[in-house]
């Protein structure tokens, strides 16, 4: 009877030792999925160092270039079993705009964002306006299907800078007079690196950056064409931060509109009403 029992334990306790380690295998054997093993080794962000550059070739409009932004990342994706698609890369808002263009004692033009401006939202899209969220779809993005086999690594890239056009005279007179003044220009944005999951929405936020662009341009009407702007501030610009923190993604970053079809060109004369030059394309 003894050795009827001790036999039972033997083999009650070999059944036992198979069954936990058939878990522990099955555990450490068990495949990471994308968000488990997505991995960014590297994110760099600047912006280049040359002053904005003026541009007084035309006698309707004074032209200049900012520096770029830009912002670059290094992703490995390890093989994952499931079957999905995610697309990682960079997404943009605008989060701040004031965009100044003065005219003497006649009063000012300004580009604005009449939601951003009211406080009635937190951003709003940089996208292209036509790949949204994404800032882009060449370098700004990579696409990977799974299931994979093999490592995936990549990079993912964008710059962004701004080259507009600022009438000498007055927007709202038929004349090309040249009575503008002075430029301001002041606006911050964040990008992030992301991740999204194309058959759920899974959003992953893998890296957030700060930056900010500022400008001030005074301008005599008076001198000779070519001899009229000069960039008073900044010499270079603020370098952008790359957060320890990630911020979360506010809704309108992902939706429509985009900053350039939401934004309105005003007249604010220094007397009056204010009139709508250019209203909003969205």
């Known amino acids: 009877m003894r050795l009827f029992y001790r036999d039972n334990w033997k083999i009650l306790w070999h059944i036992c030792l198979f069954n936990a380690m058939g878990c522990v295998q099955s555990i450490r054997c068990k495949p990471k999925g994308f968000r488990e093993s997505i991995k960014v080794f590297e994110v760099t962000s600047s912006i280049d160092s040359k002053?904005?550059?003026?541009?007084?070739?035309?006698?309707?409009?004074?032209?200049y270039r900012t520096p770029h932004f830009r912002a670059s990342a290094r992703v490995l994706v390890p093989p994952f079993a499931c079957k999905e698609?995610?697309?990682?890369?960079?997404?943009?808002?605008c989060n701040h705009m004031e965009f100044h263009n003065k005219y003497g004692?006649?009063?000012?033009?300004?580009?604005?964002?009449?939601?951003l401006r009211d406080d009635k939202i937190q951003a709003i899209s940089d996208s292209d306006g036509v790949n949204y969220p994404w800032y882009g779809n060449t370098t700004e993005t990579c696409t990977i299907v799974g299931p994979t086999k093999k490592e995936s690594r990549f990079?993912?890239?964008?710059?962004?800078?701004?080259?507009?056009?600022?009438?000498w005279g007055?927007?709202?007179?038929?004349?090309?007079?040249?009575?503008?003044?002075s430029i301001r220009r002041d606006?911050?944005?964040?990008?992030?690196?992301?991740?999204?999951?194309q058959g759920t929405g899974e959003t992953l936020v893998l890296q957030t950056i700060r930056w900010r662009m500022r400008l001030h341009i005074e301008?005599?009407?008076?001198?000779?064409?070519?001899?009229?702007a000069k960039l008073t501030e900044p010499a270079s610009q603020d370098q952008p931060q790359i957060l320890a923190k990630n911020e979360p993604i506010p809704p309108q970053a992902m939706v429509k509109p985009n900053a350039n079809d939401a934004q309105v060109l005003m007249w604010r004369p220094a007397t009056g009403d204010p009139i709508v030059v250019i209203p909003p394309k969205y």
Not at 85 to 93: D, H, K, P
């Open 85 to 93: 698609t995610w697309i990682v890369g960079w997404i943009q808002a």
């Open 219 to 228: 301008i005599n009407p008076d001198n000779p064409l070519g001899q009229r």
């Open 170 to 181: 007055v927007p709202v007179s038929n004349s090309n007079l040249p009575q503008l003044t």
């Open 187 to 197: 606006q911050s944005f964040t990008t992030w690196l992301v991740a999204i999951n």
């Open 155 to 167: 990079t993912v890239s964008m710059n962004d800078n701004f080259y507009p056009s600022v009438t």
């Open 51 to 63: 002053p904005t550059s003026i541009d007084e070739s035309s006698s309707v409009v004074l032209r």
């Open 105 to 115: 004692k006649k009063g000012m033009s300004s580009w604005e964002l009449p939601d």
